[in-house]
DNA sequence: CCGATCCATGTGACCGTTCACAATCCTGGC
DNA sequence: GCCAGGATTGTGAACGGTCACATGGATCGG
């Protein structure tokens, strides 16, 4: 026999205290000696009940330990009050950290957030993964960066209340869905003129995968580095990379490590960034002496890479946030919110970026 | 007028098709032409229902959009097929993997997950999410791999079925709960021995908080850092770190590279690690060759930091599956599968870590 | 002192499904 | 040809709330 894996898994189950069904407003009805419609207007606060009978209710549903059952009211009101948030990865410091802004506004709001991961990049995959999150009812939440994200926004019946957190869908057709973003493209060229004023030739970018099907639509960030180098009227190199991680990043900076051309890089994420930073390093090209690299989104480490990355920051829970307004709105539009504020994104300048051969004094 | 921050929110709502009512299994036999028990019996498989019948009852289905609702089903059944995940980030790769783990099981299991962020540290912030969180029904699954996680742990009223991802809970009070965990504090250990092994004199330890409240019982990492040196017969010095993230890391790390003796460094996450590795560059200490890191939990970056950091790496996703695994037997014992297997740690050694006044040799 | 109102409370129906049981049809054995 | 019994199908009553309306008493202006 061979080492199949290692649980440990202590079970102590409670004393199993008889399992009897919980307290339904009835039977609280008939403890306090009211009509369990009394009962309901108690625990949704209705004004006009005398304050004794209150006091007797609340008595009673403490005695009773009752909990109003949140599937009768969802049943019984026909509204769900949940949000669905369908991600492809969690894993990652933008989703999560736009997940958790959703989150956040949405238990302000006495909603319950459901998480819905795109494992699968099959499009039956994608189907039942869609299917599932809309059998749940309530609101969609489709944080829609990469194409996988895309491509479930597509599957979504239209009858189904459905807000996008997304890149800026800039020159492309508009979203058929209210849809909430940052200014990327902006972003992107901000940084990219950065460079570029700095005294680099040209810029070069490690791209992040498309979130159009066939690729060929490039992302904001994409775009925003092509204009500022169309812009500058310098040289416009070819985007690389394939992927999202360090590893896709490592692999683009290998082939960039070998042009001695290339001295500003600028990089789709961090995860990105940090992959080039090394194939730099294993080519024995110094950041910033040699080369520039910029990254994107500021995740909280890239604070503390060696060097410090400068990055892009990203204000990923403010979008959550702010998506969850929308599709609040959306559902009912009574609760007229204004979404809440999303920040711009900032450009955070940091050891990893400098002017074009600035290397240190002591060599 | 100052930047309050920036929105961009383009709405284009779909041309509102009416909101119908949608359609029930009443609708759905009315068209079918059978009574609404026999749609039921469709659309649950149950055995004894004529082909033709069937047939019937699926073209109705089909035509009227008919989507069973889950929440009536809830209500009818009395079982809520749902987990609520409570955690206290998912920024943090180790939770943020449990998280996608659980899901992966539970959609299987055709569970919904909810997530229940404990953003806040005060007990009535902990108090809101758990309410909200067992007022939702269904299962708890609670990341208990920080004081926050087990402070809500012991709000969960006992009649709530919970399950526990969280640390070996080795030598406390067992937990009150079903619980899963790896072996951390065996693998802390077989971290620590490897660098004494290696020559160290001892081996410093950056930790993780504490889950317990007064933070005096150490960690399971913590005291198996402990343990080898003690085995060892070397000195022990004492735990330093107070967080988390790369910021606590670096903190302690600026303490560390302060002290010549130092050369060996285990750290309670790659976070911190990447903190310490950070501060001993700023000090002119060189790694490996003045000092050796190693981190915990292998997030997928660690790999491709400069130095790449050894540490050990943590099943985390498989964690999540068998928690789920767990709550689910619990929640219905009739469906008795075993839980998956979860990988034991394993130290991933890389560049960061080495013999002790391993300097390259062109120094 | 009476009707108009407002306040406090109760009653019945319903949300969309499942469960328990009844009813009907069909088949086969004797 | 009759009856047991399985296969199919239907009916009524939950599940735990909300909603719309009805009821009874108190308040109040004229």
Redesign the interface.
């Known amino acids: 026999m061979h080492?199949?894996?290692?649980?440990?898994?202590?079970?102590?189950?409670?004393p199993d205290?008889g399992?009897r069904r919980a307290a339904s407003i009835r039977d609280v009805a008939r403890v306090a000696g009211v009509s369990y419609q009394t009962v309901s207007r108690v625990i949704n606060d209705h004004p006009s009940v005398r304050p004794e009978t209150r006091d007797r209710v609340h008595a009673a549903i403490a005695e009773l330990?009752f909990?109003?059952?949140?599937?009768?009211v969802?049943?019984a009101s026909g509204q769900?009050r949940?949000v669905?948030v369908l991600t492809s990865?969690?894993?990652l410091?933008g989703y999560?950290?736009t997940?958790?802004g959703v989150?956040?506004e949405a238990?302000a709001a006495?909603f319950?957030?459901?998480?819905?991961?795109l494992?699968n990049d099959t499009d039956s995959g994608i189907d039942?993964?869609v299917a599932?999150a809309?059998?749940?009812?309530g609101g969609l939440l489709v944080i829609g960066y990469d194409r996988i994200g895309a491509a479930a926004l597509d599957r979504i019946?239209?009858?189904v209340p459905c807000a996008v957190a997304a890149e800026?869908?800039f020159g492309s057709r508009?979203?058929?869905?209210?849809?909430?973003?940052?200014?990327d493209h902006i972003a992107a060229r901000e940084a990219t003129a950065h460079l570029l004023g700095l005294g680099h030739a040209t810029v070069h970018y490690v791209a992040i995968p498309s979130s159009s099907p066939g690729s060929r639509r490039p992302t904001p960030r994409a775009a925003g580095w092509q204009e500022a180098l169309r812009d500058a009227g310098v040289p416009r190199p070819k985007p690389c990379g394939k992927g999202w991680?360090?590893?896709a990043?490592?692999e683009a900076g290998v082939k960039l490590a070998k042009d001695p051309a290339v001295t500003a890089v600028l990089c789709g994420n961090d995860?990105l960034a940090?992959?080039v930073?090394?194939a730099l390093?294993e080519a024995g090209r110094s950041v910033p002496g040699d080369v520039s690299v910029i990254g994107f989104d500021d995740a909280?480490?890239s604070?503390?890479?060696?060097p410090?990355l400068s990055s892009v920051r990203m204000?990923f829970t403010?979008l959550g946030r702010?998506a969850f307004a929308?599709l609040r709105q959306?559902v009912d539009p009574g609760s007229g919110e204004t979404?809440p504020?999303?920040?711009?994104p900032e450009l955070v300048l940091r050891e990893s970026s400098g002017p074009p051969g600035d290397r240190p004094s002591g060599n």
């Not at 080492?3 to 409670?14: F, K």
């Open positions: 080492v199949t894996g290692h649980t440990r898994a202590g079970a102590s189950a409670p205290t399992q330990g909990r109003r059952s949140a599937t009768a969802a049943l769900v949940a669905t990865n969690t894993t410091y999560a950290a997940l958790q989150e956040e238990r006495g319950s957030v459901r998480v819905g991961v494992d039942r993964a599932a809309v059998d749940g009812g019946p239209l009858d800026n869908p508009p979203p058929r869905r209210p849809a909430v973003w940052t200014d991680d360090s590893r990043g490592y995860d940090l992959g930073l090394r390093h909280p480490p604070a503390y890479l060696t410090s204000d403010g702010a929308l959306l979404p504020p999303v920040a711009r």
